[in-house]
Nanobody
Framework: QLVESGGGSVQPGGSLRLSCAAS????????IRWFRQAPGQAREAISC???????YYADSVKGRFTISRDNIKNTVYLQMNSLRPEDTAVYYC???????????????WGQGTQVTISS
């Protein structure tokens, strides 16, 4: 099970750190991917960390967001800097055993965490 947290409301240019806490498995044996869904838009993949530690980013967040993993806390983080209004969305995480990042269609979704960027 994965539980997202850390969302909130910040001004443009601000930062947030999202957490994806795992239970029932160890995050270092899974690929964990962050997705987001903005109002009226399709859910999109934005970042992933594979079991072997490789990281991947969508062009829309590259250079601003950083995904990382704390094996002791069994949690994956998404550090989001230089936030923009278009980053406003519900953010979700999903896991898949091994090095292949999970896709939109398999597995189940958690409740997500709301991120709102507004002045």
């Amino acid at each position: 099970q994965l539980v997202e947290s850390g969302g909130g409301s910040v001004q443009p240019g601000g930062s947030l750190r999202l957490s994806c806490a795992a239970s029932g498995f160890t995050v270092d044996s899974y690929a964990i991917r962050w997705f987001r869904q903005a109002p009226g838009q399709a859910r999109e993949a934005i970042s992933c960390i594979s079991a072997d530690g490789n990281t991947y980013y969508a062009d829309s967040v590259k250079g601003r967001f950083t995904i990382s993993r704390d094996n002791i806390k069994n949690t994956v983080y998404l550090q989001m800097n230089s936030l923009r209004p278009e980053d406003t969305a519900v953010y979700y995480c999903k896991g898949r055993r091994g090095n292949y990042c999970p896709d939109l269609y398999s597995g189940s979704w958690g409740q997500g965490t709301q991120v709102t960027i507004s002045s």
